[in-house]
């Protein structure tokens, strides 16, 4: 014991051995003493997680994280108090079986399993474990439910439905900029350049950069909105409100859409709760297709949206018949008769 605690010593000296290190060669030496190691909780290790996921990570992140860690300590039961090394596969399995019977939907559950690997192979990285148990877990097959999007007359049915100007706001920079809800309603002056006609933000999800050139219509909004507010942020009645829960944002919009006499396509979804097909979120997807109704290349639609997988970004492009009935056209005015 001696010899290790020596050896530990030298190693920190050297830059060498942090807290990981140390606990390693402690729970080994319990272990070469007969022991079973050092009792390292399965509660205190996921505790230490949510803790550590603070820094990384943005507060609706966390409030997932931290949703997803309780559920399954409360599968756990008293196991949770036990050492984390006792954790099986077996048990992550059965911690999906309980998620998917209780309803919710195959894309959920892969969250919550994701954020259960994520916290096991920190777990893993600081020596708490051998081997992360959550890769063995095959996770459940998730089928997307597709977007719809709003025609130009029907936005403009949205922006007259608005209570107020901060509503009116959102929903002009949700169809003009592609932008997230939550990257719309934080938006403040300092991401708007009138006299360049940019606007620039930083998306949350991603952590991406993106210009976007304004439309005159965004441009218009922006200057009567100046008249009254021209400093901080854009909606300042909204901002910081989230987008999620029966009063947040989401189910603002929705509300604002009922009042516009607008359709939002609601149809069972995967799991227990119903699935509406145009949201805010279809307004992103209507930035991006009326781009490529227009003859925009897909590389230069991928930066104003800012999408890196060109995959996710067919996703979010509806092409209406308009331009296909076109180059059917230019097709059969090309072809040449054969035969009599």
């Known amino acids: 014991m001696a010899l290790e605690w020596e050896r530990t010593e030298r190693l920190a000296k050297e830059g060498q051995s942090g807290p990981a290190k140390f606990h390693a060669i402690v729970d080994q030496l319990a272990k070469d003493l007969g022991g079973d190691g050092l009792p390292s909780p399965t509660k205190a290790c996921l505790e230490e997680f949510l803790v550590s996921s603070k820094r990384t990570t943005v507060e609706s992140t966390q409030k997932r994280y931290a949703h997803t860690v309780k559920l399954f300590l409360d599968t756990l039961g008293d196991a949770a108090n036990q050492p984390v090394r006792n954790v099986s596969s077996a048990m992550i399995e059965r911690f999906l079986h309980r998620r998917t019977d209780s309803g919710s939907a195959p894309k959920t559950v892969i969250v919550d399993i994701k954020t259960l690997n994520a916290a096991f192979q920190r777990a893993e990285d600081l020596s708490y474990i051998q081997k992360n148990p959550v890769p063995a877990v095959k996770l459940p097959k998730a089928t997307s439910t597709e977007r719809e999007v709003f025609t130009e007359g029907e936005v403009d049915r949205l922006i007259a ?5 901060d ?21 403040t002056w300092d991401n708007i350049d009138l006299n360049e006609k940019v606007l620039c933000y930083l998306q949350k999800k991603t952590g991406t950069a993106v210009l976007v050139p304004m439309d005159t219509r965004l441009i218009s909004h922006l200057h009567h909105l100046s ?5 901080g942020p854009l909606c300042p009645v909204l901002f910081g409100k989230t987008p999620g829960g029966k009063h947040g944002l989401s189910e603002g919009f929705k509300r604002i859409a009922k009042r516009a006499g607008i359709d939002v396509m609601t149809v069972p979804g995967k799991g227990s709760r119903n699935f509406a097909k145009r949201t805010f979120h279809s307004l992103r997807h209507t930035f991006s297709s009326m781009l490529a109704n227009t003859g925009v290349s897909e590389e230069v639609r991928r930066q104003l949206t800012g999408h890196k997988s060109s995959e996710i970004h067919r996703k979010y492009t509806h092409l209406s018949l308009v331009p296909l009935r076109a180059a059917m056209a230019r097709l059969r005015s090309s072809a040449v ?3 009599n």
């Not at 439905?161 to 100007?165: H, I, K, R, S, V």
């Not at 509503?167 to 934080?186: E, H, M, N, P, S």
Request: proline share 3%.
């Open 161 to 165: 439905a608005a209570q107020n100007l």
């Open 167 to 187: 509503w009116q706001t959102l929903i002009v920079l949700g169809a003009y900029t592609g932008a997230r809800l939550g990257d719309c309603v934080a938006m």
């Open 227 to 231: 008249a009254t507010n021209a400093d």
């Open 337 to 339: 008769p054969t035969g």
